[in-house]
Nanobody, 127 residues
Framework: QVRLEESGGGSVQAGESLTLSCTASRDRYNAYCMAWFRQAPGKEREAVAFIGSDGTTYPDSVKGRFIISQTAGKKNTFLEMNNLTIEDAGIYYC??????????????????????WGRGTQVIVSA
């Protein structure tokens, strides 16, 4: 199983930017879709970005502010977060599907469709 590890979390003030990184334990990671999820205390985990051969997908809550990208071999996947708000605070997780090809539209996938997960990195946003 490929291991994923997040880094780059920290504490920022509202309105600032932060970029998270996800590194796979292989130089090349054979995944169809990669995604970032987040979970605030007392809240359910939610997807905030998807990337795959079909492009990128974001929920309305972060669209226009977050950008997901990856290196060619998918060893590294990034999440650029801009104009952060208090509601963006939480633990951010990197996830990869491990090669699962369905659903082919990455943006409709749920947690069960991703089989490799990082342990999470904390993002704190203060006013």
């Amino acid at each position: 199983q490929v291991r994923l590890e997040e880094s780059g979390g920290g504490s920022v003030q509202a309105g600032e930017s932060l970029t998270l990184s996800c590194t796979a334990s292989r130089d090349r990671y054979n995944a169809y879709c990669m995604a970032w999820f987040r979970q605030a205390p007392g809240k359910e985990r939610e997807a905030v970005a998807f990337i795959g051969s079909d492009g990128t997908t974001y929920p309305d809550s972060v669209k226009g502010r977050f950008i997901i990208s990856q290196t060619a071999g998918k060893k590294n996947t990034f999440l650029e977060m801009n104009n952060l708000t208090i509601e963006d605070a939480g633990i951010y997780y990197c996830a990869g599907d491990g090669g699962q090809w369905y659903p082919r539209i990455c943006g409709v996938r749920g947690e069960a469709d991703f089989h490799d997960w990082g342990r999470g990195t904390q993002v704190i946003v203060s006013a």
